[in-house]
């Protein structure tokens, strides 16, 4: 909104000429969805805490500890990190610009479904919300709408191409299976960041990170001479996400002051499947949705275990971990919940600079 009120008047107040630039505007909003986080917060909370007495209801086959550290503490936080996110982006980023507006609609899209899982599992006082078909169904829907909406905004090859890390110059002509291939994508994403929100801080700041990257992917993938330089494809318009990125690191550090341990508030399917989606959705604009694997490998491997814990256990009726996903493994052998939190982050810094130099090895 800053860029397109006060950009054309550039030439006669020479100052707003600052808001060309999109490093100036991530900032900005980094900042903002910080600010509107830690002053919305505690208002949020409280709201939050009135409407939830009992709390997030607790899995009863989950570890036995979160019946008492866990109980009482309130979910849908994720609408504070979803309105931090929205407003910093719609007060810095290029209004005029598509993908901003494809990739918000996927973020609210998968929101909303999240906080239609987390209201019945609140009014029915059970951990099972919303059915896993009807939650996929709507994230198919909303993720399919998306995807043939940014192909459209795409130029020439890129617009159905997949590109694969490590490879100059290869983007590979998917046609119309790019649509189903990103919807995998961004419920994928998704998905995974809802099975890893498992405990105080875990899923949040490896979140965060992985926006960090992606700022910085967008922001090259989008610049003519960065790209150029990288040898990575250009995509015109994609810079503008750094903007949406940076809001998105701003609310999830805004969030992590809350969720710290011990947690005020929980996230909830509210915060993990928009989170999730969004990044998806970024990584199918920019073009790096294999990266996007590798930097956000911890989601991967938390999905990962979740599957061949059930896969063995129907083949073979024996379980491979203690208890999926992964980080209620680690719980079950003991390790303190902070152990595993802090362990995870390093795990997830490691992947991100990983991912990072994709960009370089070519």
């Known amino acids: 909104m800053l860029y397109n009120l006060l950009f054309p008047l550039a030439d006669d107040i020479g100052v707003f000429n600052l808001f060309r630039y999109i490093t100036l505007r991530t900032g900005g909003a980094v900042v903002t969805a910080l600010l509107v986080s830690f002053v919305l917060g505690p208002a949020v909370i409280r709201w939050l805490k009135s409407k939830q007495a009992e709390g997030q209801p607790i899995r009863e086959d989950g570890p036995q ?59 029915k006082r059970s951990s099972n919300g919303l059915s896993g078909r009807l939650k996929l169904i709507g994230q198919i829907i909303i993720g399919g709408g998306v995807t043939v909406w940014i192909t459209s905004l795409s130029e020439g090859a890129l617009s159905t191409g997949l590109a694969l890390p490590f490879f100059k110059e290869l983007l590979v002509p998917l046609g119309w299976f790019f649509v189903p291939w990103a919807v995998i994508v961004l419920v994928g994403a998704s998905n995974a960041v809802n099975l890893t929100d498992g405990l105080d801080g875990l899923a949040i700041v490896p979140a965060l990170i992985a926006a960090a990257c992606f700022a910085l992917i967008a922001y090259v993938s989008g610049n003519f001479v960065f790209s150029e330089y990288l040898q990575i494809h250009f995509v015109r318009g994609a810079g503008e996400l750094a903007v949406f990125c940076g809001a998105m690191v701003g609310a999830g550090l805004g969030f992590l002051w809350y969720n710290a341990p011990p947690a005020m508030v929980f996230m909830g399917d509210t915060g993990s499947l928009a989170i999730g989606g969004a990044l998806g959705a970024v990584s199918v604009v920019t073009k790096h949705e294999i990266v996007l694997a590798i930097i956000g490998g911890l989601f991967v491997l938390e999905t990962v275990s ?38 995870f982050w390093i795990i997830a810094s490691i992947l991100a600079l990983v991912g990072l130099a994709t960009l370089k090895l070519r």
């Open 65 to 123: 500890s979160h019946l008492l550290t866990k109980k009482g503490t309130p979910t849908m936080g994720g609408v504070l990190i979803l309105l931090a996110l929205g407003i910093a982006t719609l007060l810095w980023a290029d209004l005029t610009n598509g993908y901003v507006w494809a990739v918000l609609t996927v973020t609210l899209g998968f929101g909303a479904i999240g906080f239609v899982d987390d209201y019945i599992k609140l009014t």
């Open 306 to 343: 979740v599957i061949v814990q059930v896969v063995s256990f129907k083949l073979t009726g024996k379980r491979v971990f203690r208890m999926a996903p992964l980080h209620h493994h680690f719980e079950q052998k003991g390790w303190a919940e902070s152990t595993i939190v802090v362990r």
